[in-house]
């Protein structure tokens, strides 16, 4: 079983475990190393050695295109999820219009909501569907590819989102991959975007605790949306969970709230409304990973005694936990 477990957010069906360990542990490593505890930083990804940490990405893109399920896009949607896509588009289309980056997006954003709030009654909700996602497609944020790309990805994305809650077989299957690589000695779980949903309600599974939950550009704010179909209800902090850590990037419009305090009954061990700037890419997890803070909450998760992650960066060698075995060049010299 793994000590960190990762969870992958949308659109990654075409990739692996392999190759998105490949890609997010460096990225991990990194944010660890920011903040300042870089013999962990090389535990995790680097050292090939007893002591390491074992890191797997608990992956379930492939449940959106296995033969014989749904998700894979060729099917009709059923009106369940048609109605749940409607409401995220126009969430999404919203959140854009008063959060955007940039000015001509925000306007864009703005003139498309306020024709979809001018559609006379009893208009279809798939012409709104198709109306949001060729405003979303439309804008800088959503099409850093070109608009054909962008499209793909809003119908995508809203797709996947809307199979997880409204087909029973993938969301179970989605938190099985999740549920089979934590064990014991897990202390983390890391999830992003889609994959946020999915290990917070894993974590609700778990019986022995569990020292962090990390989510990153998450969409479990949206009140109206996400949060009224999580398990179990009303949403709370996962009982077994010591600290979670819920990080969202200026930018990122997937995200949609970054403060989740009050949706999840104030709980102290909740530390939302953490703000990064991960520049060109909101919503990449990779950006999220090499932050510092990520970093932080990860050395937090396996240092005794430091229980908030503020307080990081751990300063050289000799601020690392016992057992993280020190390099020779991480003495200054003095001992």
Excluded at 8 to 15: C, P, S, V
Excluded at 44 to 71: C, H, K, N, V
Excluded at 280 to 304: C, E, M, N, Q, S
């Amino acid at each position: 079983m793994a000590q960190v477990v990762l969870v992958h957010g949308i659109a990654q069906e075409q990739l692996s475990a392999d190759s998105l360990e490949a890609t997010w542990l460096p990225s991990l490593a990194g944010g660890i190393r920011a903040a300042g505890a870089a013999v962990l930083a090389d535990r995790l990804w680097r050292a090939a050695s007893p002591g390491d940490i074992e890191t797997r990405m608990a992956f379930y893109g492939d449940l959106f295109i296995e033969p014989g399920m749904q998700g894979d896009g060729t099917e009709p949607p059923t009106t369940a999820a048609s109605a749940l896509a409607d409401a995220i588009a126009e969430e999404w289309l919203r959140r854009a219009a008063v959060a955007a980056p940039g000015t001509a997006d925000r306007h864009a954003a703005s003139r498309a909501v306020a024709l979809l709030d001018h559609q006379p009654d009893g208009a279809q909700g798939s012409d709104n569907r198709r109306r949001a996602v060729a405003a979303l497609a439309g804008l800088t944020w959503f099409a850093p590819g070109g608009m054909a790309f962008a499209e793909r990805f809003v119908n995508r994305s809203l797709r996947q989102v809307t199979r997880y809650f409204t087909d029973e077989g993938i969301r179970e299957a989605a938190i099985g991959r999740v549920l089979a690589l934590v064990g014991p000695e897990t202390r983390v779980i890391v999830g992003h975007s889609l994959g946020s949903v999915v290990a917070y309600e894993a974590a609700h599974q778990l019986t022995a605790p569990l020292q962090l939950m990390l989510t990153l550009g998450s969409p479990l704010g949206l009140r109206a949306i996400i949060h009224q179909r999580l398990r179990p209800q009303p949403p709370t902090v996962p009982p077994t969970v010591r600290r979670w850590v819920n990080i969202t990037a200026r930018d990122d419009l997937i995200a949609a709230e970054s403060d989740l305090s009050t949706a999840f009954g104030n709980d102290s061990r909740l530390k939302s409304a953490v703000l990064v700037d991960n520049g060109a890419g909101p919503h990449d997890a990779t950006h999220y990973l090499t932050k510092r803070v990520t970093g932080a909450a990860i050395i937090a998760a396996f240092t005794p005694g430091l229980d908030h992650p503020e307080t990081a960066p751990v300063l050289g060698c000799r601020g690392q936990h016992p057992t993280m075995a020190c390099h020779a060049e991480d003495h200054d010299g003095d001992g």
